[in-house]
C-alpha cells in the first residue's frame, strides 16, 4: 500500500522519480538468502583436510626364561603408537528431516607406526627407534543432529554427530595389509556463505568438524580400543 501511494505522489510531480519507485516497488528479494537451514531431501556434498591424532599402544617387556625356570630376564622394552594421520576426507549427506542428515564419508591419510626399544640388555646403542609408514582408508556412515540451540547468525548451524565404519592400513608400502573397526562421536558447525532457492545449486559454505575416533583392530599391536582425537575442515556444496 505504502508502495503505491509513494508511486502516485511522484507521479504528478516528478516522472523520472516516479518510474524509479516503480522500479524499487517492483524489485524481488535478493539470489541470496539469509538462512542457513537445508529442505528435506536436500542432497550435500564437501570435501577438506582432516587431522587424527596419534593413538598410543603402550609399552612391552621381551622376557626370556631363565635356565633354573623359576624366574625371567627381560631383555628389552617396548611402546608402540601410530603417529598423528595428516589426509583428505569427502562426505555425501542427505537430509532425512528438517533437523537430521544421513551421511557417507571416506578418507585417505598417511602415518606411521613407531616402535622405540629401550633397557636393551644386548646393545648399548638403546633407544633405538624403529618408523614403518602406514597408508589409512576410512569408509564410514553417520547420523548428523541439528540441536535447537541458539545460533550466531541465520548462517550457522551447529551440529551433533555419531557414526562407525571400517579402516583399512597399508603398512610399508602395501607389505602388510590390517583391518579394523572404527567409531567416530562429536559434532562442528557449519556457516553458509551463499544460498538460494533456485538453480542448480541451493548453498556454499564451510565445515568444521571436532571428533573423538575409537579404534578397534588394524594396525593395534593389543585386543583394547584406542582412541584419537580428530579435527577436520571442509567446503561444502549443497543442492
Known amino acids: 500500500m505504502t508502495r503505491h501511494l509513494v508511486f502516485s505522489f511522484f507521479l504528478g510531480r516528478a516522472p523520472r522519480v516516479s518510474c524509479l519507485a516503480l522500479t524499487l516497488g517492483l524489485t524481488g528479494p535478493p539470489a541470496f538468502a539469509q538462512s542457513s537451514s537445508a529442505g528435506v531431501g536436500t542432497f550435500e556434498i564437501s570435501a577438506g583436510i582432516i587431522r587424527v591424532g596419534q593413538a598410543s599402544f603402550g609399552g612391552r617387556d621381551a622376557e626370556e626364561t631363565a635356565g633354573t625356570g623359576t624366574g625371567r630376564f627381560r631383555l628389552f622394552s617396548s611402546s608402540t603408537e601410530l603417529t598423528a594421520v595428516s589426509g583428505f576426507g569427502a562426505r555425501f549427506g542427505v537430509t532425512l528431516i528438517r533437523s537430521l542428515d544421513a551421511e557417507i564419508s571416506g578418507t585417505y591419510g598417511t602415518s606411521a607406526l613407531r616402535t622405540r626399544i629401550e633397557a636393551d640388555a644386548e646393545t648399548s646403542n638403546a633407544p633405538i627407534v624403529v618408523m614403518v609408514p602406514v597408508q589409512q582408508f576410512t569408509i564410514g556412515g553417520a547420523a548428523v543432529w541439528y540441536p535447537g540451540v541458539p545460533r550466531a547468525g541465520s548462517r550457522t548451524r551447529f551440529f551433533v554427530k555419531g557414526g562407525a565404519g571400517f ?67 571442509s567446503v561444502y556444496l549443497r543442492f
Do not use: I, N, Q
Request: charged letters at 25%; proline letters at 1%; aromatic letters at 8%.
Open 167 to 233: 579402516e583399512r592400513h597399508l603398512e610399508d608400502r602395501g607389505s602388510r595389509v590390517v583391518e579394523g573397526r572404527m567409531f567416530e562421536v562429536g559434532g562442528g558447525v557449519k556457516y553458509t556463505f551463499a544460498s538460494r532457492s533456485r538453480g542448480w545449486w541451493r548453498g556454499l559454505g564451510a565445515r568444521l568438524d571436532a571428533l573423538a575416533l575409537v579404534h578397534a583392530g588394524a594396525v593395534a599391536v593389543d585386543d583394547r580400543a584406542h582412541v584419537s582425537p580428530a579435527v577436520g575442515a
